[in-house]
Every structure is written in C-alpha cells, then in structure tokens.
Antibody, heavy 121, light 111 residues
Framework: EVQLSESGGGLAQPGGSLRLSCAAS????????MTWVRQAPGKGLEWVSA????????YYAESVKGRFTVSRDNSKNTVFLQLNSLRVEDTAIYYC??????????????WGQGTLVTVSS | QSVLTQPPSVSGAPGQRVTISCTGSSSNIGAGYDVHWYQQLPGTAPKLLIHGNNNRPSGVPDRFSGSKSGTSASLAISGLQAEDEADYYC???????????FGTGTEVTVL
C-alpha cells in the first residue's frame, strides 16, 4: 500500500526556516516525481514545488521561487522541502504527493496527511 | 489567485445529480492539458477522484464522472449521498505559469 508521511512542520518566525520531510513507502520511490501542495487555513489548494525522479530537475511556483528548495534522497525514500525566508502568508498545511505523468499531463495519485507550518511572531 | 474558476458551492438533495464546473483558459485546459479532480472530506487530505478528464481510479464509485470541452471541464455526481459532502477541486497545468494549477474549490452540500 502506498503511504506518504510528512513531518517537520511547526512554528517559525517571519524570516525563519523549516525543513519538511516526506517519507514514502509501498512503491518504487525512485520511479516517480514528487510534488508539494499547500493549503492555507480555510483556503484552497496551491501547488508549491516538484522534483523529478532522479532529483536533478526541480520546479517552483512563483510565490516560493528563490525561498524554497525541494530535494530528494532515493536511498531513503524521502523528499524534502526547505523553507527559508518564511512569510506569514506561508502559513499552511503542506502535503506531499506522488505524481503520475500521462502524456503531457500530471496528476497527484496519492497524498500524505500533511504537516502544519505556522509563521508568526 | 487561481486561474481555474469553480462555483464556491453547490447543493442537492439525496439521490439528485449535481455538476461542478471548472473554467480555465487557452493557456491551461484550452491548451489541451487534461483536467483532474480531487475530493477533500472535512479535516482530511485531498483524494484523487478523476484523472485524465474522465477516468476513475479503482475504488471510486461510478456515480462520479468527468468531462472536458474547450476551455472548461465538469464533474458530475449522480445519486448524491450524504458521504459526498466535501470540497472538490479541479487541477490542470498552465503553460504560461509553467506550473500546476488548482481550481478555486467547490463545497458540495447534501440537503
């Protein structure tokens, strides 16, 4: 069974940093790209970042470009999201998800339970 | 600010059919990118409901169906049940933004 489990969320001050982790199991981790999606309290879903199967290619939403860094360790079946220069508006639940690519379209087949990041002074 | 627009809410009585629209543009749905749909039950993570415009993953009831035409897509729920009360989101890719995009989300209420 595919399982994704995020960790690393918590309280950070504006300008601070956090490192999120997402541990995967139940599938061949190195065979799939992975994505991060966030959801601010009471708001909708926002795609944040993605990393290719080998970790050599990364993608970011404009709202986080230059501040967040995605990476992965295929030997540990884990994907990471480094959050720097945090802003109050980064407060959200952060989900990791397993990507499926069909043709030129990507969807998110399985999601973790999410980890809450709160940015406040 | 999402580039895919959905109605904030739809409602229906048990057994009825409801539809949720997802309106995009020529840089996403109209550019030929597929539309996918997710269901988010209260307090839980999103779950894949429809992929590739009209394909249901294993385990998703056939009461749920999707369609796409031009720059828009739709999700239909027939035989509405109380357990269908949730938020629903469409998702596609936007070539102008070079990133994945979600719809604004629709809350479904069963009367």
């Amino acid at each position: 069974e595919v399982q994704l489990s995020e960790s690393g969320g918590g309280l950070a001050q504006p300008g601070g940093s956090l490192r999120l982790s997402c541990a995967a199991s139940g599938f061949t981790f190195s065979g799939y790209a992975m994505t991060w999606v966030r959801q601010a309290p009471g708001k909708g879903l926002e795609w944040v970042s993605a990393v290719s199967r080998g970790g050599d290619t990364t993608y970011y939403a404009e709202s986080v470009k230059g501040r967040f860094t995605v990476s992965r360790d295929n030997s540990k079946n884990t994907v990471f999201l480094q959050l720097n220069s945090l802003r109050v508006e980064d407060t959200a639940i952060y989900y990791c998800a397993k990507e499926i690519l069909v043709g030129r379209s990507t969807y998110f087949e399985r999601w973790g339970q999410g980890t809450l990041v709160t940015v406040s002074s | 600010q999402s580039v895919l627009t959905q109605p904030p809410s739809v409602s229906g009585a048990p057994g009825q059919r409801v539809t949720i629209s997802c309106t995009g543009s020529s840089s996403n749905i109209g550019a030929g990118y597929d539309v996918h749909w997710y269901q988010q039950l209260p307090g839980t993570a999103p779950k894949l409901l429809i992929h590739g415009n009209n394909n249901r993953p294993s385990g998703v009831p056939d009461r749920f169906s999707g369609s796409k035409s031009g720059t828009s897509a739709s999700l239909a729920i027939s035989g509405l049940q109380a357990e269908d009360e949730a938020d629903y989101y469409c998702q596609s890719y936007d070539r102008s933004l070079s990133g994945h995009v979600f719809g604004t989300g629709t809350e479904v209420t069963v009367l």
